[in-house]
């Protein structure tokens, strides 16, 4: 099936710092992908759709301002969580359609805000 | 898209079919079926997807009721590997074209 890569796996940052995480596509192209954020023990919560070319639609209760989306190829879309804080502390997965009916996930990128 | 409902938890023995059911009362006549996992600390992992037939994979089994109410993910030989957390989705385009509603799941585990 298709692979989508996330990078990095975890990262640990400071709190008030901001912190990048990318979403490859990498044996196709993805026009659309979409951002997830996982607490403990909770299930995945669509955060945002990243569009190539377009401004991200975000979930209602998503700052649009914190959590910056770039979807600037149609293999790259990029999460930046800008000014982070111990809240912001969570499992973020993205994933991308492969080209059939179903959707192809990242491994996730576990971020804890210190 | 409709909901669903199924059992928080459930138990397999090695070796042993693990059968997870799902309810989907409301689903509608252009809604799928997708069963996704989703390993401690992974991503979700596609299993399979039907709309009214049976469907079988590599995987899976997928059994829908003839009034497509409910379905059944049968893994025939469970391993420790397949203990995860199970999803079961009703979507019209399974998250190709729209996003995924993630539901609390079945948390499997595989018991040597």
């Known amino acids: 099936g298709a692979v989508v890569s996330q990078h990095p796996s975890w990262v640990i940052c400071k709190s008030g710092t901001s912190v990048k995480i990318e979403c490859r596509s990498l044996?196709?192209?993805?026009?659309?992908m979409f951002w997830y954020r996982q607490f403990p023990k909770q299930s995945l919560m669509l955060m945002a759709t990243?569009?190539?070319?377009?401004?991200?639609?975000?979930e209602q209760g998503v700052e649009k301002d914190k959590f910056l989306i770039n979807h600037a190829s149609l293999t790259l879309s990029t999460l930046t969580v800008t000014s982070a804080h111990p809240e912001d502390s969570s499992f973020y997965i993205c994933?991308?359609?492969?080209?059939?009916?179903?959707?192809?996930f990242g491994q996730g990128t576990r971020l804890t805000v210190v | 898209d409709a909901k669903t409902t199924q059992p928080p938890s459930m138990d397999c023995a090695e070796g042993r079919a693990a059968n997870l059911p799902c309810n989907h009362s409301?689903?509608?006549?252009?809604?799928?079926v997708y069963w996704y996992r989703q390993i401690h600390s992974q991503g979700p992992q596609y299993i399979i997807h039907?709309?009214?037939n049976n469907e079988t994979n590599e995987m899976a089994s997928l059994i829908i009721t003839e009034d497509r109410k409910s379905s059944t993910l049968i893994l025939p030989h469970a391993t420790l590997r397949d203990t995860a957390v199970y999803y079961c989705?009703?979507?019209?385009?399974?998250?190709?074209?729209?996003?995924?509603?993630f539901g609390k799941g079945t948390k499997l585990s595989v018991k040597p």
């Open positions: 990243s569009n190539e070319g377009s401004k991200a639609t975000y």
């Open positions: 409301t689903i509608s006549g252009n809604e799928y």
């Open positions: 044996d196709f192209q993805a026009t659309t």
């Open positions: 994933s991308a359609p492969g080209g059939g009916t179903e959707a192809f």
């Open positions: 989705i009703v979507s019209v385009y399974g998250g190709s074209q729209g996003n995924l509603i």
């Open positions: 039907g709309l009214k």
